[in-house]
Protein backbone atom coordinates (compact mmCIF):
# COMPACT_ATOMS: atom_id res chain seq x y z
CA UNK A 1 0.00 0.00 0.00
CA UNK A 2 1.44 3.59 -0.89
CA UNK A 3 1.79 6.42 1.51
CA UNK A 4 -0.43 9.30 0.94
CA UNK A 5 1.51 11.49 2.97
CA UNK A 6 1.03 15.45 1.70
CA UNK A 7 -2.02 14.15 -0.48
CA UNK A 8 -4.44 16.11 1.69
CA UNK A 9 -2.66 19.52 1.08
CA UNK A 10 -2.67 18.89 -2.75
CA UNK A 11 -6.52 18.58 -2.47
CA UNK A 12 -6.51 21.27 -0.56
CA UNK A 13 -4.93 23.66 -2.98
CA UNK A 14 -6.52 22.35 -6.24
CA UNK A 15 -10.23 22.94 -4.24
CA UNK A 16 -9.63 26.35 -3.86
CA UNK A 17 -7.49 27.06 -7.08
CA UNK A 18 -10.07 25.12 -9.38
CA UNK A 19 -13.28 25.53 -7.85
CA UNK A 20 -13.32 28.48 -5.47
CA UNK A 21 -11.28 31.08 -6.76
CA UNK A 22 -13.69 30.51 -10.32
CA UNK A 23 -16.84 30.88 -7.76
CA UNK A 24 -15.42 33.82 -6.22
CA UNK A 25 -14.96 35.86 -9.47
CA UNK A 26 -18.51 34.57 -10.63
CA UNK A 27 -19.77 36.29 -7.43
CA UNK A 28 -17.99 39.25 -8.08
CA UNK A 29 -19.30 39.85 -11.61
CA UNK A 30 -23.23 39.79 -10.40
CA UNK A 31 -23.10 43.39 -9.07
CA UNK A 32 -21.62 45.28 -12.01
CA UNK A 33 -23.73 43.44 -14.16
CA UNK A 34 -27.18 44.36 -11.88
CA UNK A 35 -25.52 48.04 -11.74
CA UNK A 36 -25.44 47.95 -15.66
CA UNK A 37 -29.31 46.51 -16.12
CA UNK A 38 -30.35 49.33 -13.20
CA UNK A 39 -28.30 52.16 -15.39
CA UNK A 40 -29.65 51.27 -18.83
CA UNK A 41 -33.45 50.81 -17.08
CA UNK A 42 -33.44 55.10 -15.56
CA UNK A 43 -31.41 55.75 -18.60
CA UNK A 44 -34.14 55.14 -21.31
CA UNK A 45 -36.84 55.97 -18.39
CA UNK A 46 -35.44 59.65 -18.00
CA UNK A 47 -34.06 60.15 -21.73
CA UNK A 48 -37.66 59.34 -22.87
CA UNK A 49 -39.38 61.65 -20.61
CA UNK A 50 -37.03 64.26 -21.60
CA UNK A 51 -37.57 64.21 -25.05
CA UNK A 52 -41.19 64.74 -24.21
CA UNK A 53 -40.88 67.59 -21.78
CA UNK A 54 -38.09 68.77 -24.10
CA UNK A 55 -41.05 68.83 -26.89
CA UNK A 56 -39.05 66.35 -29.17
CA UNK A 57 -35.43 68.01 -28.66
CA UNK A 58 -33.74 64.89 -28.85
CA UNK A 59 -30.40 66.33 -27.73
CA UNK A 60 -31.63 67.10 -24.39
CA UNK A 61 -31.68 62.85 -23.83
CA UNK A 62 -28.36 63.01 -25.60
CA UNK A 63 -27.10 65.27 -22.79
CA UNK A 64 -29.19 63.51 -20.15
CA UNK A 65 -28.06 59.98 -20.76
CA UNK A 66 -24.74 61.32 -21.21
CA UNK A 67 -24.41 63.01 -17.78
CA UNK A 68 -25.92 59.74 -16.48
CA UNK A 69 -23.18 57.99 -17.74
CA UNK A 70 -20.49 60.17 -16.15
CA UNK A 71 -22.05 59.99 -12.84
CA UNK A 72 -21.92 56.04 -13.24
CA UNK A 73 -18.74 55.66 -14.27
CA UNK A 74 -19.76 54.68 -17.72
CA UNK A 75 -17.69 55.76 -20.90
CA UNK A 76 -20.22 57.57 -23.49
CA UNK A 77 -18.66 55.32 -25.88
CA UNK A 78 -20.20 52.09 -23.75
CA UNK A 79 -23.91 53.39 -24.31
CA UNK A 80 -25.47 52.31 -27.38
CA UNK A 81 -29.16 54.68 -27.55
CA UNK A 82 -31.83 54.97 -30.72
CA UNK A 83 -34.68 57.54 -29.96
CA UNK A 84 -38.21 56.59 -31.80
CA UNK A 85 -37.48 53.62 -33.48
CA UNK A 86 -34.04 54.31 -35.25
CA UNK A 87 -31.74 51.67 -35.17
CA UNK A 88 -29.11 51.95 -31.67
CA UNK A 89 -25.84 54.08 -32.51
CA UNK A 90 -23.28 54.82 -29.84
CA UNK A 91 -23.68 57.74 -27.38
CA UNK A 92 -20.38 59.59 -28.38
CA UNK A 93 -21.72 59.86 -31.96
CA UNK A 94 -25.16 61.47 -30.18
CA UNK A 95 -27.19 58.18 -30.30
CA UNK A 96 -29.64 57.39 -33.47
CA UNK A 97 -32.93 59.65 -33.38
CA UNK A 98 -36.35 59.26 -35.57
CA UNK A 99 -38.06 61.69 -33.60
CA UNK A 100 -40.30 64.61 -35.12
CA UNK A 101 -39.68 67.37 -35.02
CA UNK A 102 -42.44 68.92 -33.17
CA UNK A 103 -44.13 65.89 -30.83
CA UNK A 104 -47.92 64.89 -31.53
CA UNK A 105 -50.78 65.09 -29.07
CA UNK A 106 -50.99 61.82 -28.32
CA UNK A 107 -47.71 60.30 -29.64
CA UNK A 108 -45.14 57.79 -28.08
CA UNK A 109 -41.24 58.73 -27.81
CA UNK A 110 -39.37 55.25 -27.17
CA UNK A 111 -36.14 55.05 -25.97
CA UNK A 112 -33.97 52.18 -26.39
CA UNK A 113 -30.51 52.20 -24.36
CA UNK A 114 -27.77 49.32 -24.76
CA UNK A 115 -25.20 48.39 -23.01
CA UNK A 116 -22.39 45.32 -22.98
CA UNK A 117 -22.35 43.68 -19.06
CA UNK A 118 -18.81 42.06 -18.89
CA UNK A 119 -18.85 38.49 -17.71
CA UNK A 120 -16.27 38.89 -15.49
CA UNK A 121 -14.80 41.20 -13.59
CA UNK A 122 -11.12 40.92 -12.77
CA UNK A 123 -9.87 43.32 -10.33
CA UNK A 124 -6.83 44.59 -10.66
CA UNK A 125 -4.02 45.69 -8.18
CA UNK A 126 -4.24 49.02 -7.83
CA UNK A 127 -8.15 48.76 -6.63
CA UNK A 128 -9.11 51.42 -8.22
CA UNK A 129 -8.98 49.86 -11.93
CA UNK A 130 -10.81 46.61 -13.61
CA UNK A 131 -10.57 44.32 -16.04
CA UNK A 132 -13.27 42.60 -17.78
CA UNK A 133 -13.88 39.37 -19.73
CA UNK A 134 -16.48 38.70 -22.69
CA UNK A 135 -19.61 40.75 -22.46
CA UNK A 136 -23.39 40.13 -22.80
CA UNK A 137 -25.51 42.86 -24.17
CA UNK A 138 -28.49 44.36 -21.96
CA UNK A 139 -30.84 46.92 -23.08
CA UNK A 140 -34.06 48.82 -21.68
CA UNK A 141 -36.89 50.01 -23.88
CA UNK A 142 -39.01 53.18 -22.05
CA UNK A 143 -42.21 54.46 -23.94
CA UNK A 144 -43.35 58.05 -22.89
CA UNK A 145 -46.57 59.42 -23.95
CA UNK A 146 -47.21 62.81 -25.01
CA UNK A 147 -50.18 64.19 -22.98
CA UNK A 148 -53.08 64.46 -25.15
CA UNK A 149 -54.60 67.92 -23.89
CA UNK A 150 -51.49 69.54 -23.95
CA UNK A 151 -51.10 72.96 -25.28
CA UNK A 152 -49.14 73.58 -28.73
CA UNK A 153 -46.83 76.87 -28.48
Sequence with gaps: ??????AASLEMALGIGLLMLPM?????SIGPG???RSFVRLAAAEASRAIVIADGD???AVIQIST?????GYAVSEVRVGMCGATPAPLSAGG???CPGTLP???RIAVRVEMDIPLIVLPLRDGA???SVGGVPVWSVHESFVDQFRSIG
Design 1 to 6: MRRQCG
Design 24 to 28: ALLVL
Design 34 to 36: LEM
Design 58 to 60: TSV
Design 68 to 72: MAANH
Design 96 to 98: ASA
Design 105 to 107: RGG
Design 129 to 131: SSA
